[in-house]
């Protein structure tokens, strides 16, 4: 089975702070992902990357970067939090052949104060 | 892109099959269906996916209209485990992403 795994189940860091999210895939996929979920918004994709050092902005990606140095690595980066990134962080990961599907890890429930 | 419609919520008894409706009227000839679950406080779920055929699986069938502009997810027994918010997604055909809608609430009451 496909694992997709995050660092963190649960995050509580502080308005300014520089946040690291991490995401790691044991699969070899190529493709890694990055997604929002906020109540009443549904998942919105952040960042994609479809190779190493490769990325490419999603639907909501201002105030966040991303890293891809390893292939089964990809970190989300938030340079300097704010509260209204106080959410549920979703990873996924997909094979390189287009209509793969998905799969996610259990996410990361970020709190910013 | 192309935009999927779902209802908010359903119930469904144990033990009875589960038929979960999606239209997606504007999907284009290219596109995938995805089927996806989440659980409470879990991270999403794959469940299965198609682009003309029925499919199925261990989970669920999937049954797409000869037109695809609408399709039904299938879980033949329902169990109480299956209760979560269900997703059914048309893939964007570039770029590989994945845009979720709201879903469907299914309940599964014994």
């Known amino acids: 089975d496909v694992k997709v795994t995050q660092s963190s189940r649960y995050l509580v860091k502080r308005t300014g702070e520089k946040v690291f999210l991490e995401c790691v895939q044991d699969m070899d996929h190529e493709n890694m992902f990055w997604y929002r979920q906020d109540p009443g918004l549904g998942l919105r994709l952040i960042y994609f990357?479809?190779?190493?050092?490769?990325?490419e902005k999603g639907d909501i990606p201002e105030g966040y970067s991303v890293s891809r140095e390893k292939k089964e690595r990809f970190s989300l980066i938030l340079e300097s939090a704010s509260t209204n990134q106080t959410s549920m962080y979703l990873c996924?990961?997909?094979?390189?052949?287009?209509?793969?599907?998905?799969?996610f890890g259990n996410g990361t429930r970020l709190t910013v104060t | 892109d192309a935009k999927t419609t779902q209802p908010p919520s359903m119930d469904c008894a144990e033990g009875r099959a589960a038929n979960l409706p999606c239209n997606h009227s504007?999907?284009?000839?290219?596109?995938?269906v995805y089927w996806y679950r989440q659980i409470h406080s879990q991270g999403p779920q794959y469940i299965i996916h198609g682009l003309k055929n029925n499919e199925t699986n261990e989970m669920a069938s999937l049954i797409i209209t000869e037109d695809r502009k609408s399709s039904t997810l299938i879980l033949p027994h329902a169990t109480l485990r299956d209760t979560a918010v269900y997703y059914c997604i048309v893939r964007v055909a570039l770029g590989g992403k994945l845009i979720f809608g709201q879903g469907t609430e299914l309940s599964v009451k014994p």
């Open positions: 996924a990961s997909s094979d390189g052949v287009w209509n793969s599907p998905l799969h």
């Open positions: 504007t999907i284009s000839g290219n596109e995938y």
């Open positions: 990357s479809y190779d190493v050092k490769m990325k």
